[in-house]
């Protein structure tokens, strides 16, 4: 088996990762830095997302910041949340955006400089959105290049190499399928969400899907991985369908059993709903228009295609499509895990945020995690263990088959989907025996969809005994 020595291992090279790797170097420049990543070239959701753009909430005032945190916490119901790292986010947002600046991104504009738009779940124009992500790439990763880093591309990550004392390094696949093992006095997670296990997704391509999986074989805590933030969008182009657009009066349902017109809904009861739906593109966890959403969702075929006829007579096939995750590894102020020397950041680590986020809340916690964690791990950086010892500590490789891989992503879409079917419940059990990196993740899901069912049908039975 190879073994490649560094001092600090980022995995993952999505914004989170090149962040953290940058700022170990700005703190400590005679440090080793790599980034290790299944393809080379941008991946994730960071630059290669189908809208090459991304939006990024920066509270400029001390009143813009207030507002933000209280925004914040207020979608957080029912996830966890912890709102020191919400203050932190709204504290640093500034230095984020210089960063960004710094990098020459390509913000959207007018006459007056960068323009400010509302992101989903937020009626504040606080956002700025920057375009061509190809180019954020190019000038993130020459950025880390010239501090010193290097990268180590075409290694799939496998598992964390942990012992009671810690974390000293990873266990990898390279593309022939052989071991490779990276020895590191500090490791920092930044592998991005789940949503790439989905049958149907509009995620950036290189996602293994599975941090939380390899977390939480590492004995680092997880939170909030059933929040999946799910868009619709029509099958066959992948294209995002604006919820306005379905929920129109004047659109009739094609239902799995009978067709009805979704106009039925359209009573003054649902206005509200309505209007608030139309505030945000993924469905929600916490709010009530959710139920609109439900409703729909009960609507999919066996394919989990929702059929849709549009008020112009043209029928589409939607589905709601796996986006991004709010889950992941608890982590404190400084990015760590519960396990020493194992940081965490981006899109699998959770707390800044719960079960909904502001849109352009993940790429702010991404930059502010990603930097502290980096420096942090910098700081705190121990010596890398003896070969022997990462030898013992590589136990193998636990990622699923294509058909197995093929199996879950089915069940995650018809079962885990917005609803969370009885069939949960039986998954839950069966993915309790199981060890893949796939399936841990998938059962850190469920078991949270499941907990979630279980908490509701315990307050409605509270309510109907009161
Ligand atoms: C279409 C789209 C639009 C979005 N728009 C916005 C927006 O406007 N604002 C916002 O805040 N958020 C947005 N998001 C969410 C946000 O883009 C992501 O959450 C964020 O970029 C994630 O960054 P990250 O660095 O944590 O992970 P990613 O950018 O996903 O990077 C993960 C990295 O880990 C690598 N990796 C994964 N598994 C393995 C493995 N097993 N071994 C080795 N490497 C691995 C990947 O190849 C990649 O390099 C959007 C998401 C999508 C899909």
Redesign the pocket.
Known sequence: MEILDTDILV???????LRAACSALERSPHLRVSV????KGP?????A???N?????IPLTDSEKNDYVKEVLALAKPGFVKPYLVKIMAEEASEAYEFLKGLEVRFKSDEGGPSRFK?CFSNVERAF?FEDLHHFYESFSGMFRSLGGDFLAG????SFLVDDDGVHGAL?ADESGNDVAVRAGAVIA????P?GMWKYN???P??????YG?LHRAGVELKNAGFVQFMWAEVKSGNFVPPGQLFRKENRLAAMAEPFYFGDMTLSSHEEQFRQRNTHCPVSWGLEDRSLDVTLASCRNEDGVVVVQLGDGEWIGVAPMA??GNGGAVIDEFGRTGVRGLYC????ATGMHGADRI??????S?MVF?KRAGEHAAKSVRTIPSKDRLRGLCSGQNYCTPSQREQLAEMLQSDATILCSRACFKWKRELDATRENESLTALAIVRDLCHLEEMKFAASRRSSAT
């Open positions: 995995i993952g090279a999505g914004l989170s990762g290790a990543t299944l393809k991946s994730g959701s960071s630059f997302n189908r809208n753009a991304l939006g990024i909430q992101g959105v290694l799939r990550a496998v990898f930044a592998l991005g969400g949503a509009i995620t950036g290189g996602q293994s899907g599975y941090s390899m986006h991004s950041c981006g899109e699998c849109g352009g809340g993940m790429v702010l991404g990603g």
